[in-house]
Protein backbone atom coordinates (compact mmCIF):
# COMPACT_ATOMS: atom_id res chain seq x y z
CA UNK A 1 0.00 0.00 0.00
CA UNK A 2 1.39 3.24 -1.10
CA UNK A 3 1.16 5.98 1.57
CA UNK A 4 -1.03 8.33 0.03
CA UNK A 5 -3.69 5.86 0.56
CA UNK A 6 -3.09 5.70 4.26
CA UNK A 7 -6.45 5.89 5.53
CA UNK A 8 -6.41 8.15 7.91
CA UNK A 9 -4.30 10.53 6.34
CA UNK A 10 -5.60 12.95 3.92
CA UNK A 11 -4.50 12.52 -0.13
CA UNK A 12 -1.18 14.66 -1.28
CA UNK A 13 -2.62 17.97 -2.28
CA UNK A 14 -6.07 17.73 -1.39
CA UNK A 15 -7.77 21.34 -1.14
CA UNK A 16 -8.16 21.61 2.66
CA UNK A 17 -4.99 19.93 3.56
CA UNK A 18 -1.76 22.60 4.32
CA UNK A 19 0.30 23.42 1.70
CA UNK A 20 3.22 21.44 3.17
CA UNK A 21 5.64 21.66 -0.44
CA UNK A 22 4.52 25.22 -0.08
CA UNK A 23 5.98 26.09 3.39
CA UNK A 24 8.46 23.61 3.27
CA UNK A 25 9.98 25.19 0.62
CA UNK A 26 9.65 29.08 1.78
CA UNK A 27 12.68 30.99 3.21
CA UNK A 28 11.51 31.32 6.88
CA UNK A 29 10.90 27.48 6.81
CA UNK A 30 14.58 27.35 5.14
CA UNK A 31 15.85 29.44 7.58
CA UNK A 32 14.13 27.72 10.90
CA UNK A 33 15.55 24.71 9.68
CA UNK A 34 19.23 26.50 9.24
CA UNK A 35 19.05 28.00 12.59
CA UNK A 36 18.30 24.69 14.69
CA UNK A 37 21.13 22.14 12.85
CA UNK A 38 23.52 25.31 13.79
CA UNK A 39 22.72 24.50 17.18
CA UNK A 40 22.22 21.00 17.31
CA UNK A 41 24.31 19.57 14.81
CA UNK A 42 27.77 21.21 16.67
CA UNK A 43 26.39 20.42 20.40
CA UNK A 44 25.26 17.18 19.53
CA UNK A 45 28.82 16.44 18.14
CA UNK A 46 30.68 17.99 21.06
CA UNK A 47 28.32 16.03 23.47
CA UNK A 48 29.26 12.67 21.71
CA UNK A 49 33.11 13.69 21.69
CA UNK A 50 32.70 14.93 25.48
CA UNK A 51 30.59 11.64 26.51
CA UNK A 52 33.16 8.57 23.97
CA UNK A 53 36.22 10.56 25.61
CA UNK A 54 35.13 8.85 29.15
CA UNK A 55 34.96 5.81 28.13
CA UNK A 56 38.58 5.90 26.12
CA UNK A 57 40.65 7.56 28.77
CA UNK A 58 39.19 5.37 31.66
CA UNK A 59 39.87 1.91 29.17
CA UNK A 60 43.37 3.08 27.25
CA UNK A 61 45.15 4.99 29.81
CA UNK A 62 43.97 3.86 33.04
CA UNK A 63 46.93 5.05 35.11
CA UNK A 64 46.57 8.88 33.73
CA UNK A 65 42.63 8.56 34.99
CA UNK A 66 43.82 6.97 38.79
CA UNK A 67 45.60 10.25 39.36
CA UNK A 68 44.24 11.90 42.47
CA UNK A 69 42.98 15.37 42.29
CA UNK A 70 43.53 16.85 45.76
CA UNK A 71 43.32 14.89 48.71
CA UNK A 72 39.53 13.13 47.48
CA UNK A 73 38.67 11.92 44.56
CA UNK A 74 40.65 10.79 41.64
CA UNK A 75 40.53 12.23 37.30
CA UNK A 76 38.58 9.35 36.77
CA UNK A 77 35.71 10.08 39.07
CA UNK A 78 35.57 13.64 38.58
CA UNK A 79 36.00 13.55 34.85
CA UNK A 80 32.82 11.17 34.70
CA UNK A 81 30.89 13.95 37.60
CA UNK A 82 31.95 16.23 35.40
CA UNK A 83 29.33 14.65 32.06
CA UNK A 84 26.45 15.44 34.39
CA UNK A 85 27.30 18.97 34.50
CA UNK A 86 27.89 18.93 30.72
CA UNK A 87 24.31 16.82 29.82
CA UNK A 88 23.10 19.58 32.39
CA UNK A 89 24.63 22.81 30.36
CA UNK A 90 24.03 21.68 26.90
CA UNK A 91 20.23 20.78 27.83
CA UNK A 92 19.90 23.98 28.75
CA UNK A 93 21.63 26.07 26.07
CA UNK A 94 19.30 24.13 23.72
CA UNK A 95 16.18 25.17 25.84
CA UNK A 96 17.18 28.95 25.29
CA UNK A 97 17.79 28.62 21.85
CA UNK A 98 14.20 26.71 21.27
CA UNK A 99 12.22 29.49 22.54
CA UNK A 100 13.80 31.38 19.79
CA UNK A 101 12.88 28.32 17.00
CA UNK A 102 9.21 28.31 18.55
CA UNK A 103 8.42 31.95 17.94
CA UNK A 104 9.86 31.32 14.04
CA UNK A 105 7.74 28.15 13.94
CA UNK A 106 4.57 30.68 15.03
CA UNK A 107 5.18 33.08 12.62
CA UNK A 108 6.20 31.44 9.95
CA UNK A 109 2.97 29.37 10.44
CA UNK A 110 0.91 32.61 10.59
CA UNK A 111 2.01 34.40 7.81
CA UNK A 112 1.50 31.14 4.96
CA UNK A 113 -2.19 31.35 6.78
CA UNK A 114 -2.33 27.89 8.88
CA UNK A 115 -2.89 29.62 12.14
CA UNK B 1 22.19 -11.66 58.58
CA UNK B 2 18.44 -11.02 57.26
CA UNK B 3 15.62 -11.20 59.51
CA UNK B 4 13.95 -14.42 59.16
CA UNK B 5 10.44 -13.08 60.05
CA UNK B 6 8.52 -10.49 58.02
CA UNK B 7 9.06 -6.74 58.66
CA UNK B 8 5.92 -5.05 59.91
CA UNK B 9 6.50 -1.69 58.93
CA UNK B 10 7.45 -2.81 55.35
CA UNK B 11 4.02 -4.69 55.36
CA UNK B 12 2.34 -1.37 56.10
CA UNK B 13 4.70 0.61 54.05
CA UNK B 14 3.90 -2.05 51.16
CA UNK B 15 0.17 -1.89 51.07
CA UNK B 16 0.26 2.15 51.55
CA UNK B 17 1.55 2.27 48.32
CA UNK B 18 -0.83 -0.24 46.55
CA UNK B 19 -3.68 1.24 48.29
CA UNK B 20 -2.75 4.68 47.45
CA UNK B 21 -2.14 3.41 43.67
CA UNK B 22 -5.31 1.56 43.50
CA UNK B 23 -6.84 4.94 44.40
CA UNK B 24 -5.57 6.49 41.38
CA UNK B 25 -6.70 3.50 39.30
CA UNK B 26 -10.08 4.00 40.41
CA UNK B 27 -10.27 7.58 39.60
CA UNK B 28 -8.23 7.27 36.17
CA UNK B 29 -10.56 4.62 34.74
CA UNK B 30 -13.64 7.05 35.03
CA UNK B 31 -11.90 9.49 32.48
CA UNK B 32 -9.96 7.02 30.62
CA UNK B 33 -12.58 5.97 27.90
CA UNK B 34 -11.72 6.74 24.13
CA UNK B 35 -8.26 5.78 22.11
CA UNK B 36 -6.58 9.36 22.83
CA UNK B 37 -7.72 9.27 26.82
CA UNK B 38 -6.58 5.59 27.16
CA UNK B 39 -3.27 5.43 25.32
CA UNK B 40 -2.38 8.99 25.94
CA UNK B 41 -3.71 10.24 28.90
CA UNK B 42 -5.89 12.97 26.56
CA UNK B 43 -2.68 14.35 26.21
CA UNK B 44 -3.13 16.52 29.29
CA UNK B 45 -0.02 15.67 31.44
CA UNK B 46 2.12 18.68 32.37
CA UNK B 47 5.34 19.25 31.62
CA UNK B 48 6.97 18.43 35.17
CA UNK B 49 4.77 15.82 35.72
CA UNK B 50 5.69 14.15 32.41
CA UNK B 51 9.07 14.84 33.37
CA UNK B 52 8.63 12.77 36.80
CA UNK B 53 6.56 10.38 35.12
CA UNK B 54 9.64 9.98 32.40
CA UNK B 55 12.12 9.89 35.35
CA UNK B 56 10.08 7.19 36.63
CA UNK B 57 9.69 4.86 34.21
CA UNK B 58 13.44 4.92 33.35
CA UNK B 59 14.90 4.74 36.70
CA UNK B 60 14.17 0.79 37.11
CA UNK B 61 14.94 -1.68 39.50
CA UNK B 62 18.29 -2.13 37.51
CA UNK B 63 19.03 1.09 38.07
CA UNK B 64 18.20 1.59 42.23
CA UNK B 65 18.72 -1.99 43.21
CA UNK B 66 21.34 -3.08 40.04
CA UNK B 67 23.64 -0.37 39.87
CA UNK B 68 24.21 0.25 43.60
CA UNK B 69 24.75 -3.30 44.14
CA UNK B 70 27.29 -3.25 40.52
CA UNK B 71 29.40 -0.29 42.31
CA UNK B 72 28.94 -1.60 45.36
CA UNK B 73 31.20 -4.85 44.17
CA UNK B 74 32.78 -3.58 40.76
CA UNK B 75 33.64 -0.17 42.03
CA UNK B 76 34.09 2.39 39.69
CA UNK B 77 33.38 0.92 36.23
CA UNK B 78 29.53 0.17 37.59
CA UNK B 79 29.48 4.55 38.05
CA UNK B 80 30.03 4.42 33.95
CA UNK B 81 26.30 3.26 33.80
CA UNK B 82 25.26 6.41 35.76
CA UNK B 83 26.95 8.61 33.51
CA UNK B 84 25.51 6.83 30.23
CA UNK B 85 22.18 6.38 31.54
CA UNK B 86 21.99 10.72 32.00
CA UNK B 87 24.09 11.92 28.61
CA UNK B 88 21.65 9.37 26.79
CA UNK B 89 18.89 12.36 27.47
CA UNK B 90 20.79 14.77 25.34
CA UNK B 91 20.02 12.45 22.21
CA UNK B 92 16.18 12.08 23.28
CA UNK B 93 15.87 16.17 23.97
CA UNK B 94 18.03 17.78 20.68
CA UNK B 95 16.73 14.60 18.56
CA UNK B 96 14.33 12.66 18.91
CA UNK B 97 11.38 14.21 21.47
CA UNK B 98 10.04 16.95 20.04
CA UNK B 99 9.49 15.45 15.98
CA UNK B 100 8.28 12.61 17.76
CA UNK B 101 5.59 14.41 19.53
CA UNK B 102 4.48 16.45 16.70
CA UNK B 103 4.31 13.40 13.98
CA UNK B 104 3.34 11.03 15.84
CA UNK B 105 -0.20 9.47 17.54
CA UNK B 106 0.17 6.48 20.08
CA UNK B 107 3.45 4.58 19.67
CA UNK B 108 7.37 5.17 18.11
CA UNK B 109 5.78 3.35 14.86
CA UNK B 110 3.68 6.09 14.03
CA UNK B 111 6.50 8.26 13.30
CA UNK B 112 8.24 5.28 11.39
CA UNK B 113 5.09 4.82 9.05
CA UNK B 114 4.67 8.69 8.28
CA UNK B 115 6.06 8.33 5.12
CA UNK B 116 6.89 4.63 4.53
CA UNK B 117 4.86 1.61 4.06
CA UNK B 118 2.79 1.63 7.05
CA UNK B 119 2.11 -2.47 7.22
CA UNK B 120 6.01 -3.97 6.86
CA UNK B 121 7.20 -1.32 9.02
CA UNK B 122 4.59 -1.05 11.88
CA UNK B 123 5.00 -5.03 12.07
CA UNK B 124 8.49 -4.81 12.77
CA UNK B 125 8.33 -1.94 14.76
CA UNK B 126 5.95 -3.58 16.80
CA UNK B 127 7.63 -6.72 17.04
CA UNK B 128 10.52 -4.34 18.64
CA UNK B 129 8.84 -3.04 21.03
CA UNK B 130 7.11 -6.40 21.94
CA UNK B 131 10.43 -7.86 22.23
CA UNK B 132 12.13 -4.76 24.37
CA UNK B 133 9.21 -4.39 26.86
CA UNK B 134 8.51 -8.38 27.17
CA UNK B 135 13.06 -8.71 28.06
CA UNK B 136 13.04 -5.47 30.41
CA UNK B 137 9.58 -7.00 32.30
CA UNK B 138 10.87 -10.41 32.80
CA UNK B 139 14.44 -8.91 34.54
CA UNK B 140 12.19 -6.73 36.41
CA UNK B 141 9.73 -9.39 37.66
CA UNK B 142 12.82 -12.10 38.77
CA UNK B 143 13.89 -8.54 40.36
CA UNK B 144 10.63 -8.10 41.89
CA UNK B 145 9.86 -12.01 43.07
CA UNK B 146 13.85 -11.93 45.24
CA UNK B 147 13.36 -8.55 46.75
CA UNK B 148 10.16 -9.78 48.30
CA UNK B 149 11.62 -13.13 48.93
CA UNK B 150 14.12 -11.51 51.43
CA UNK B 151 11.75 -8.63 52.56
CA UNK B 152 8.86 -10.89 53.56
CA UNK B 153 9.60 -14.28 53.54
CA UNK B 154 6.42 -15.68 54.36
CA UNK B 155 5.34 -14.76 51.31
CA UNK B 156 7.62 -16.68 48.26
CA UNK B 157 8.65 -15.96 44.55
CA UNK B 158 5.74 -17.39 42.80
CA UNK B 159 3.32 -15.36 44.93
CA UNK B 160 5.22 -12.52 44.51
CA UNK B 161 5.64 -12.27 40.92
CA UNK B 162 2.19 -13.06 40.75
CA UNK B 163 1.35 -10.15 43.04
CA UNK B 164 3.64 -7.51 41.20
CA UNK B 165 1.75 -9.10 38.09
CA UNK B 166 -1.94 -8.88 38.93
CA UNK B 167 -1.19 -5.37 40.27
CA UNK B 168 0.75 -4.08 37.05
CA UNK B 169 -2.23 -5.58 35.19
CA UNK B 170 -5.12 -3.54 37.25
CA UNK B 171 -3.28 -0.40 36.34
CA UNK B 172 -3.31 -0.73 32.64
CA UNK B 173 -6.42 -2.43 32.13
CA UNK B 174 -8.49 -0.45 34.03
CA UNK B 175 -6.28 2.69 34.28
CA UNK B 176 -4.73 3.22 31.04
CA UNK B 177 -1.89 5.73 30.56
CA UNK B 178 -3.43 8.22 32.86
CA UNK B 179 -3.03 5.41 35.99
CA UNK B 180 0.79 4.64 34.32
CA UNK B 181 1.45 8.32 34.93
CA UNK B 182 0.24 8.89 38.57
CA UNK B 183 1.51 5.49 39.22
CA UNK B 184 5.11 6.58 38.12
CA UNK B 185 4.70 10.21 39.61
CA UNK B 186 3.99 8.64 43.09
CA UNK B 187 7.30 6.48 42.40
CA UNK B 188 9.53 9.24 41.45
CA UNK B 189 8.51 10.56 44.58
CA UNK B 190 9.57 7.83 46.91
CA UNK B 191 12.26 7.02 44.83
CA UNK B 192 14.48 10.66 44.90
CA UNK B 193 13.62 10.43 48.84
CA UNK B 194 14.80 8.00 49.57
CA UNK B 195 17.81 8.19 47.38
CA UNK B 196 18.08 11.10 49.48
CA UNK B 197 17.96 10.04 52.55
CA UNK B 198 19.74 7.01 52.09
CA UNK B 199 22.99 9.29 51.02
CA UNK B 200 22.32 11.66 53.78
CA UNK B 201 22.90 8.63 55.99
CA UNK B 202 25.75 8.01 54.09
CA UNK B 203 27.27 11.39 54.30
CA UNK B 204 27.18 11.57 58.35
CA UNK B 205 28.27 8.51 58.76
CA UNK B 206 31.56 10.07 57.37
CA UNK B 207 30.66 13.33 59.07
CA UNK B 208 29.35 14.92 55.65
CA UNK B 209 33.23 15.43 54.67
CA UNK B 210 33.96 14.33 51.20
CA UNK B 211 37.56 14.00 51.69
CA UNK B 212 37.15 11.31 53.97
CA UNK B 213 34.37 9.67 52.33
CA UNK B 214 36.42 9.21 49.16
CA UNK B 215 39.55 8.46 51.38
CA UNK B 216 37.43 4.91 53.02
CA UNK B 217 37.44 3.96 49.01
CA UNK B 218 40.73 4.09 48.58
CA UNK B 219 41.72 0.51 50.42
CA UNK B 220 39.10 -1.81 51.07
CA UNK B 221 39.53 -5.53 51.60
CA UNK B 222 37.72 -8.13 50.82
CA UNK B 223 37.70 -11.44 49.55
CA UNK B 224 37.66 -12.23 45.89
CA UNK B 225 36.27 -15.55 43.98
CA UNK B 226 39.08 -17.68 45.08
CA UNK B 227 39.27 -16.98 48.15
CA UNK B 228 41.96 -15.31 48.33
CA UNK B 229 42.10 -11.37 50.67
CA UNK B 230 42.34 -8.87 48.51
CA UNK B 231 42.62 -4.95 48.92
CA UNK B 232 41.57 -2.30 46.11
CA UNK B 233 40.91 1.08 45.56
CA UNK B 234 37.40 1.16 44.35
CA UNK B 235 37.68 4.37 42.24
CA UNK B 236 39.96 2.96 40.21
CA UNK B 237 38.33 1.72 37.28
CA UNK B 238 38.94 -1.66 35.47
CA UNK B 239 37.65 -3.57 38.30
CA UNK B 240 34.64 -5.14 36.23
CA UNK B 241 36.09 -4.65 32.55
CA UNK B 242 39.39 -5.48 31.39
CA UNK B 243 39.11 -5.01 28.35
CA UNK B 244 39.11 -0.97 27.07
CA UNK B 245 36.37 -2.32 24.01
CA UNK B 246 33.95 -3.29 26.58
CA UNK B 247 33.95 0.34 28.25
CA UNK B 248 33.01 1.76 24.52
CA UNK B 249 30.53 -1.11 23.66
CA UNK B 250 28.49 -0.26 26.74
CA UNK B 251 28.99 3.01 26.61
CA UNK B 252 27.58 2.97 23.04
CA UNK B 253 24.36 1.29 24.02
CA UNK B 254 23.84 3.26 26.89
CA UNK B 255 23.72 6.69 25.18
CA UNK B 256 22.28 5.75 22.10
CA UNK B 257 19.66 2.97 23.54
CA UNK B 258 17.40 5.39 25.56
CA UNK B 259 15.90 7.23 22.72
CA UNK B 260 14.55 4.34 21.48
CA UNK B 261 13.11 2.87 24.13
CA UNK B 262 9.10 2.64 23.37
CA UNK B 263 8.36 2.54 26.35
CA UNK B 264 10.11 6.13 27.50
CA UNK B 265 9.10 7.58 23.79
CA UNK B 266 5.15 7.33 23.92
CA UNK B 267 5.64 9.68 26.81
CA UNK B 268 6.02 12.04 24.74
CA UNK B 269 2.56 11.50 23.47
CA UNK B 270 0.79 12.34 26.81
CA UNK B 271 1.51 16.02 26.74
CA UNK B 272 -0.02 18.91 24.99
CA UNK B 273 2.75 19.63 22.15
CA UNK B 274 6.39 19.65 21.45
CA UNK B 275 7.14 22.75 23.82
CA UNK B 276 5.67 20.62 27.10
CA UNK B 277 7.75 17.82 25.52
CA UNK B 278 10.89 19.57 25.59
CA UNK B 279 10.54 20.75 29.07
CA UNK B 280 9.42 17.66 30.03
CA UNK B 281 12.89 16.00 29.09
CA UNK B 282 14.32 19.05 31.23
CA UNK B 283 12.22 18.19 34.26
CA UNK B 284 13.78 14.11 34.03
CA UNK B 285 17.22 14.54 32.75
CA UNK B 286 17.11 16.99 36.66
CA UNK B 287 15.87 14.69 38.50
CA UNK B 288 17.58 11.45 36.76
CA UNK B 289 20.77 13.49 36.79
CA UNK B 290 20.75 13.64 40.80
CA UNK B 291 19.49 10.05 41.03
CA UNK B 292 22.33 8.85 39.24
CA UNK B 293 25.49 11.25 41.18
CA UNK B 294 23.56 10.03 44.29
CA UNK B 295 24.50 6.52 42.87
CA UNK B 296 27.93 7.71 44.31
CA UNK B 297 27.07 7.70 47.53
CA UNK B 298 24.81 4.55 47.84
CA UNK B 299 27.15 2.60 45.39
CA UNK B 300 30.15 3.17 46.72
CA UNK B 301 28.75 3.69 50.64
CA UNK B 302 27.60 0.17 50.37
CA UNK B 303 31.65 -0.53 49.00
CA UNK B 304 33.04 1.10 52.22
CA UNK B 305 30.79 1.06 54.66
CA UNK B 306 29.44 -2.80 54.76
CA UNK B 307 32.33 -4.55 52.88
CA UNK B 308 31.75 -6.39 49.55
CA UNK B 309 31.67 -9.99 52.04
CA UNK B 310 29.07 -8.58 53.92
CA UNK B 311 27.08 -7.94 50.93
CA UNK B 312 27.98 -11.16 49.52
CA UNK B 313 26.94 -12.90 52.55
CA UNK B 314 23.58 -10.94 52.34
CA UNK B 315 21.41 -11.27 49.54
CA UNK B 316 24.17 -10.19 46.75
CA UNK B 317 24.69 -6.94 44.76
CA UNK B 318 20.33 -6.29 43.98
CA UNK B 319 20.27 -6.19 48.13
CA UNK B 320 23.47 -4.02 48.56
CA UNK B 321 21.23 -0.27 48.62
CA UNK B 322 18.41 -1.82 51.38
CA UNK B 323 21.15 -3.56 53.64
CA UNK B 324 22.84 -0.53 53.53
CA UNK B 325 19.52 1.08 54.55
CA UNK B 326 18.88 -1.18 57.55
CA UNK B 327 22.58 -0.86 58.59
CA UNK B 328 23.15 2.95 58.50
CA UNK B 329 19.18 3.04 59.37
CA UNK B 330 17.71 0.78 61.03
CA UNK B 331 14.63 -1.99 60.43
CA UNK B 332 11.91 1.37 59.83
CA UNK B 333 14.68 2.74 57.11
CA UNK B 334 15.32 -0.91 55.67
CA UNK B 335 11.41 -1.38 55.20
CA UNK B 336 10.91 2.18 53.60
CA UNK B 337 13.66 1.74 50.65
CA UNK B 338 12.63 -1.77 50.18
CA UNK B 339 8.79 -0.94 49.60
CA UNK B 340 10.70 1.94 47.36
CA UNK B 341 12.40 -0.63 45.26
CA UNK B 342 8.97 -2.36 45.24
CA UNK B 343 7.06 0.66 44.28
CA UNK B 344 9.90 1.37 41.47
CA UNK B 345 9.11 -2.44 39.90
CA UNK B 346 5.77 -1.93 40.22
CA UNK B 347 5.65 1.39 38.05
CA UNK B 348 8.22 0.41 35.80
CA UNK B 349 6.49 -2.94 34.74
CA UNK B 350 3.61 -1.16 34.10
CA UNK B 351 4.93 1.35 32.38
CA UNK B 352 6.53 -1.36 30.07
CA UNK B 353 3.21 -3.21 29.96
CA UNK B 354 1.47 -0.62 28.41
CA UNK B 355 3.81 0.45 25.71
CA UNK B 356 3.97 -2.73 24.80
CA UNK B 357 -0.28 -3.80 24.77
CA UNK B 358 -0.25 0.08 22.94
CA UNK B 359 1.67 -1.22 20.27
CA UNK B 360 0.11 -4.45 19.75
CA UNK B 361 -3.54 -2.89 19.37
CA UNK B 362 -2.46 0.73 17.58
CA UNK B 363 0.26 -0.86 15.08
CA UNK B 364 -0.21 -4.89 14.26
CA UNK B 365 -4.00 -4.89 15.01
CA UNK B 366 -5.39 -1.48 13.42
CA UNK B 367 -2.78 -0.89 11.31
CA UNK B 368 -1.09 -4.48 10.09
CA UNK B 369 -4.33 -6.70 10.50
CA UNK B 370 -7.10 -3.98 9.91
CA UNK B 371 -5.22 -1.46 7.45
CA UNK B 372 -5.72 1.32 9.84
CA UNK B 373 -9.77 1.34 10.19
CA UNK B 374 -11.44 0.68 13.65
CA UNK B 375 -14.12 -1.40 12.95
CA UNK B 376 -16.50 -0.80 15.70
CA UNK B 377 -15.21 2.37 18.07
CA UNK B 378 -13.63 1.33 20.98
CA UNK B 379 -12.26 -1.22 19.58
CA UNK B 380 -8.28 -0.30 19.27
CA UNK B 381 -8.81 0.28 23.21
CA UNK B 382 -10.57 -3.23 23.90
CA UNK B 383 -7.49 -4.91 22.13
CA UNK B 384 -4.60 -2.83 24.57
CA UNK B 385 -6.73 -4.52 27.45
CA UNK B 386 -7.07 -7.67 26.17
CA UNK B 387 -3.06 -7.53 25.20
CA UNK B 388 -2.11 -5.99 28.34
CA UNK B 389 -3.16 -9.00 29.90
CA UNK B 390 -2.29 -11.46 27.89
CA UNK B 391 1.51 -9.70 27.64
CA UNK B 392 1.02 -9.38 32.23
CA UNK B 393 0.36 -13.32 32.10
CA UNK B 394 2.67 -14.24 29.73
CA UNK B 395 5.64 -12.44 32.53
CA UNK B 396 4.42 -14.06 35.21
CA UNK B 397 4.74 -17.32 33.45
CA UNK B 398 7.98 -16.77 32.28
CA UNK B 399 9.52 -14.75 35.21
CA UNK B 400 8.24 -17.92 37.71
CA UNK B 401 9.95 -20.60 34.95
CA UNK B 402 13.31 -18.48 35.02
CA UNK B 403 13.14 -18.85 39.36
CA UNK B 404 14.18 -16.24 41.59
CA UNK B 405 18.12 -16.76 41.46
CA UNK B 406 18.09 -16.87 37.47
CA UNK B 407 20.97 -14.69 35.90
CA UNK B 408 18.54 -12.46 33.86
CA UNK B 409 20.11 -8.91 34.62
CA UNK B 410 21.56 -9.49 30.53
CA UNK B 411 18.16 -8.89 29.60
CA UNK B 412 18.05 -5.17 30.38
CA UNK B 413 21.31 -4.93 28.49
CA UNK B 414 19.74 -6.51 26.01
CA UNK B 415 16.90 -4.07 25.85
CA UNK B 416 18.94 -1.20 25.26
CA UNK B 417 21.39 -2.94 22.60
CA UNK B 418 17.60 -3.55 20.48
CA UNK B 419 16.33 -0.07 20.79
CA UNK B 420 20.00 1.93 19.64
CA UNK B 421 20.57 -0.53 16.79
CA UNK B 422 16.81 -1.29 15.22
CA UNK B 423 14.48 1.28 16.32
CA UNK B 424 17.27 4.36 16.63
CA UNK B 425 18.24 4.51 13.15
CA UNK B 426 15.22 3.93 11.79
CA UNK B 427 13.76 6.83 14.13
CA UNK B 428 16.81 9.25 12.84
CA UNK B 429 16.35 8.89 9.27
CA UNK B 430 12.65 8.78 8.77
CA UNK B 431 13.21 12.47 10.48
CA UNK B 432 16.10 13.68 9.06
CA UNK B 433 16.69 11.75 5.86
CA UNK B 434 14.90 11.91 3.05
CA UNK B 435 15.87 9.36 0.71
CA UNK B 436 15.38 6.90 3.56
CA UNK B 437 12.74 4.58 2.48
CA UNK B 438 10.71 1.69 3.73
CA UNK B 439 13.62 -0.64 2.44
CA UNK B 440 15.81 0.87 5.29
CA UNK B 441 13.40 0.43 7.61
CA UNK B 442 12.83 -2.85 7.38
CA UNK B 443 16.51 -3.77 7.23
CA UNK B 444 17.23 -1.86 10.35
CA UNK B 445 14.83 -3.26 12.48
CA UNK B 446 15.25 -6.71 11.74
CA UNK B 447 19.36 -6.46 11.53
CA UNK B 448 18.97 -4.43 14.56
CA UNK B 449 17.15 -6.79 16.16
CA UNK B 450 18.68 -9.88 15.28
CA UNK B 451 22.37 -8.60 15.75
CA UNK B 452 21.46 -7.85 19.28
CA UNK B 453 19.97 -11.17 20.05
CA UNK B 454 22.41 -12.89 18.17
CA UNK B 455 25.83 -11.33 19.55
CA UNK B 456 24.51 -11.00 22.78
CA UNK B 457 23.95 -15.32 22.70
CA UNK B 458 27.71 -15.48 21.76
CA UNK B 459 28.81 -13.29 24.19
CA UNK B 460 30.05 -13.84 27.89
CA UNK B 461 27.05 -12.85 29.68
CA UNK B 462 25.18 -15.85 28.11
CA UNK B 463 28.48 -18.52 27.37
CA UNK B 464 30.73 -18.71 29.90
CA UNK B 465 31.55 -21.92 31.99
CA UNK B 466 31.10 -21.80 35.55
CA UNK B 467 33.14 -23.01 37.92
CA UNK B 468 31.32 -26.20 39.99
CA UNK B 469 30.82 -23.86 42.86
CA UNK B 470 27.93 -21.81 40.92
CA UNK B 471 24.42 -23.07 41.81
CA UNK B 472 22.44 -23.89 38.67
CA UNK B 473 19.56 -22.01 38.51
CA UNK B 474 22.79 -18.79 38.19
CA UNK B 475 24.69 -20.90 35.86
CA UNK B 476 25.46 -18.98 32.63
CA UNK B 477 22.63 -20.60 29.82
CA UNK B 478 25.58 -22.20 27.65
CA UNK B 479 28.43 -24.18 29.21
CA UNK B 480 30.98 -22.69 26.17
CA UNK B 481 34.14 -20.26 26.06
CA UNK B 482 32.54 -16.87 24.86
CA UNK B 483 32.98 -16.70 20.90
CA UNK B 484 32.22 -12.37 21.30
CA UNK B 485 34.40 -11.53 23.65
CA UNK B 486 32.69 -8.15 25.04
CA UNK B 487 29.56 -7.83 27.73
CA UNK B 488 27.69 -5.90 25.60
CA UNK B 489 26.74 -5.92 21.66
CA UNK B 490 26.55 -2.16 21.19
CA UNK B 491 29.51 -1.51 19.35
CA UNK B 492 29.07 -4.23 16.44
CA UNK B 493 24.86 -4.12 16.73
CA UNK B 494 24.55 -0.32 16.78
CA UNK B 495 27.05 0.30 13.58
CA UNK B 496 25.50 -2.51 12.00
CA UNK B 497 21.83 -1.28 12.45
CA UNK B 498 22.65 2.24 11.02
CA UNK B 499 24.82 0.26 7.92
CA UNK B 500 21.60 -1.72 7.34
CA UNK B 501 19.18 1.00 7.03
CA UNK B 502 21.68 3.15 4.75
CA UNK B 503 22.07 -0.09 2.35
CA UNK B 504 18.71 -1.12 2.70
CA UNK B 505 17.42 2.56 1.06
CA UNK B 506 20.15 3.00 -1.51
CA UNK B 507 19.80 -0.49 -2.69
CA UNK B 508 15.71 0.17 -3.26
CA UNK B 509 13.95 2.83 -4.91
CA UNK B 510 10.47 4.51 -3.27
CA UNK B 511 9.70 7.93 -4.59
CA UNK B 512 6.74 8.05 -2.47
CA UNK B 513 8.13 8.02 0.51
CA UNK B 514 10.53 11.27 -0.15
CA UNK B 515 7.42 12.94 -1.87
CA UNK B 516 5.94 13.06 2.10
CA UNK B 517 8.99 13.75 3.27
CA UNK B 518 8.18 17.73 3.27
CA UNK B 519 4.98 16.97 5.30
CA UNK B 520 6.51 15.04 7.80
CA UNK B 521 9.60 17.93 8.39
CA UNK B 522 6.99 20.37 8.10
CA UNK B 523 4.90 18.93 10.86
CA UNK B 524 7.46 17.89 13.12
CA UNK B 525 9.33 21.12 12.87
CA UNK B 526 6.76 23.72 13.63
CA UNK B 527 3.56 21.24 14.89
CA UNK B 528 1.36 21.86 12.29
CA UNK B 529 -1.18 18.95 12.03
CA UNK B 530 0.42 17.76 15.38
CA UNK B 531 -2.53 15.74 17.64
CA UNK B 532 -3.61 18.03 20.07
CA UNK B 533 -4.98 17.38 23.75
CA UNK B 534 -8.49 16.37 24.68
CA UNK B 535 -11.10 18.77 25.97
CA UNK B 536 -11.68 17.72 30.02
Known amino acids: MAPADDPKLPPVGQTDAPDWAGIAASPRFQELLRAKRRFIVPAMVFSILYYFALPVLVGWFPDLMKKKIGDGANLAYLFALSQFFMAWIVAGLYVAKAGAWDKAAARLLSESGER | ?536
Open chain 2, 1 to 536: MLAATTNPTAIAMFVGFVVATLVITFYSAKKSSGSSAYFAAGRRITGWQNGLAVAGDYMSAASFLGIAGMIALSGYDGFLYSVGFLVAYLVVLLVVAEPLRNAGKYTMADVLAYRLKPRPVRALAALSTITVSTFYMIAQMVGAGSLVKVLLPGIGYNLAVCGVGVLMIVYVVFGGMLATTWVQIVKAILLMSGSVLLSVLVMSHFHFSLSEFFHALTNITYHDKSGAEVTKDFLTPGMKFKNPLDFISLSMALVFGTAGLPHILVRFYTVPDAKTARSSVVWAMALIGIFYIMTTFFGFGAASVLGPDFIGRNGGGNMAAPQLARVLGGDVFFAFISAVAFATILAVVAGLTISASTSFAHDFFTNVIHHGKERRPGEEVRVARITAFVVGAVSIGLAIALGPTANVAFLVGLAFAVAASANLPAIIFSIYWKRFNTAGAVASLIVGLVASIGIIILSPTIMTIDPPTVAASARHLIQHAPIFPLENPGIVSIPLGFLAAILGTLLSREPGAAARFDELVVRANTGLGAEKATAE
